[in-house]
């Protein structure tokens, strides 16, 4: 229950910073300020892919039942140093071969110092977390979204370029590793740490197994959405895309907290039932039947509010943005549906079905842009969202039912 609170807390703190930020975005930005805010914060999910979504989830799987400080402990924490750096490195090599439009070489090393720091903080977050300093977790993660949120708008009010504005948004969340690594020296979570200790290869195996799932939402996730904003910005225009873009952020924040209750108490009940199969679905099919119609009640509900939710969030010249609002909130409740059946595949460590129905969703996504795009311009975005989704819980739904005993 505390774990849950702390998560619910946490995420609470990460999304309300999110609202402002993009409030101030929208507000103050010259038009498609709102797009290359969420272009930056793409990339810096595609930088920082590999340890959060894959490393530091195994680090709290594997840390939680160690005693800190203790040999065991600083392996798993020294093999988990080892494969960000080497993400890290990775990341760096492709920004510099390929470099960003309008940043100079400068702004390139700055923006990596500050994933970099981004990527420690979060580390030792994720040692708070397995260690239960929920206190210190639940800090950081208010003072990451209070930082950023208070970078944004001084550099906004200073009349800054945008580009500028953006690397002070990462650079005040890197500062967090500072008070990190002063709560985990506290909590001891750094005792008896060397730089010179041997890595363990039974350490980078069990961690690399995380990496691998992590890997398809870095390509089929990530990437894709990456791209997509990328031609959509240069077909349709910054003002145009920003209208697209208001839905997608608004979708964004509701999707992180769908995702954080999920994650806090639907998975870990059905991994305690993975070796239950019987109990399992039944324990789906309940779930299921609660959320179908719970989604669309609120979903719902965004869509009747849409007139004066879009304004409030964002800015008034981004009503428009209610246009695209029906087929997005449409994709997002069978995308929901859709994760139910997938964290089976994650409870039950099933990570080559996982990365196959990654792979084919966003084959399938680009297939339905690719065919809706020309067709419908802009709208053709959320329609293809629409579609991709609705065919993963089709085909979710059917190879469930299908292999039901």
Request: aromatic share 10%; proline share 4%; charged share 10%.
């Amino acid at each position: 229950m505390r774990g849950s609170m702390g998560t619910g807390v946490a995420v609470v703190a990460r999304a309300a910073g999110a609202l402002v930020v993009n409030k101030l975005f929208a507000t103050y930005a010259p038009a498609g300020g709102l797009t290359l805010l969420a272009q930056f914060q793409n990339l810096m999910a595609l930088l920082t892919a590999l340890p959060n979504d894959g490393v530091h989830v195994g680090v709290v799987k594997y840390l939680a039942p160690l005693r800190p400080g203790s040999p065991r402990y600083r392996l798993w924490l020294g093999a988990a140093t080892v494969l960000n750096l080497a993400a890290l490195v990775a990341g760096g090599a492709v920004l510099a071969a390929r470099g960003l439009p309008g940043w100079n070489a400068g702004s390139l090393a700055a923006l990596l110092v500050g994933i970099a720091m981004l990527t420690g903080q979060t580390l030792l977050g994720a040692a708070l977390l397995a260690a239960g300093r929920l206190r210190a977790y639940i800090g950081l993660s208010v003072l990451v979204a209070g930082l950023g949120t208070g970078a944004v708008a001084g550099a906004l009010w200073q009349g800054w370029q945008l580009n500028s504005v953006l690397l002070a948004y990462l650079l005040a969340q890197g500062l967090t590793l500072l008070p990190a690594l002063g709560l985990a020296a506290r909590a001891g979570l750094l005792r008896h740490l060397r730089l010179a200790a041997p890595v363990s290869r039974a350490a980078l195996r069990g961690l690399g197994q995380f990496l691998l799932m992590a890997v398809s939402t870095l390509l089929f996730g990530k990437a894709v959405d990456f791209v997509l904003r990328g031609y959509l910005l240069q077909t349709y225009g910054p003002a145009r895309t920003d209208l697209w873009q208001a839905v997608a952020k608004l979708s964004d924040n509701y999707t992180m907290v769908f995702a954080a209750v999920m994650s806090s108490v639907f998975y870990p009940r059905l991994a305690a039932l993975a070796g239950q199969p019987r109990a399992a679905r039944a324990y789906l099919r309940g779930v299921l039947g609660l959320l179908a119609p719970v989604l669309a009640v609120g979903l719902g509900l965004i869509f009747a509010c849409r007139n004066w939710l879009l304004p409030l969030l964002f800015a008034p010249q981004l009503l428009g943005a209610r246009e695209f609002l029906a087929p997005q909130l449409l994709g997002d409740w069978a995308k929901f549906l859709s994760w139910v059946f997938i964290f089976q595949l994650t409870a039950r460590a099933r990570t080559g079905p996982y990365i196959a129905v990654q792979a084919a969703s966003a084959a399938v996504f680009a297939a339905l842009l690719a065919l809706l795009l020309p067709r419908f311009g802009l709208e053709g975005a959320v329609l293809a969202h629409a579609g991709r989704y609705g065919l993963l819980l089709l085909g979710c739904g059917v190879y469930y039912y299908r292999n039901e005993e």
